[in-house]
């Protein structure tokens, strides 16, 4: 099938999202404005796009390795989630988990984006789930 993100440049420092590389997962977001993230803050960064995702679709909006590594900066709502209907500015919230602050630069790659299938399923409601081996285990249970 072939998917088509329809991208709008609302702003004149806006830059299309951009893959890297061939087959990559992500598509890089850019920042459009200069902003200063104090240490244990979060910012709400500008990317000056919308955009028209695919049908069925979602994007994801995750951390770039290289900003959580050298300046501990990382997306808060990790992944957050685009639902395919909305139209406005894409923004990303960005958390300084450093001890420096750490100044977002215009044209800065601030996040990657990556586009999902999304499931529509349907709820039904019951008394009784059926049994698995790990059962209600949860954090840690596996004991790995």
């Not at 104090?38 to 000056?48: N, W």
């Not at 770039?64 to 909305?86: C, F, M, Q, W």
Request: glycine share 10%.
């Amino acid at each position: 099938m072939d998917y088509k993100l329809k991208v709008k440049l609302i702003h004149h420092d806006a830059k299309l999202p951009y893959r890297a590389n061939e087959g990559d997962a992500g598509l890089d977001l850019f920042s459009i404005e200069e902003k200063i993230i104090k240490p244990g803050e979060a910012e709400l960064i500008r990317t000056g796009i919308q955009m028209e995702l695919p049908r069925g679709t979602e994007a994801q909006v995750r951390p770039r390795s290289g900003l959580a590594l050298k300046h501990s900066i990382t997306v808060l709502n990790s992944p957050g989630t685009i639902d395919e209907g909305y139209r406005g500015e894409i923004k990303v919230i960005l958390i300084n988990h450093g001890k420096e602050d750490f100044k977002v630069e215009r044209h800065m790659r601030i996040a990657q984006m990556v586009i999902a299938p999304v499931l529509q399923v349907k709820l039904k409601q019951v008394e009784v789930l059926s049994d698995t081996v790990r059962d209600k285990g949860g954090f840690g249970s596996s004991g790995k």
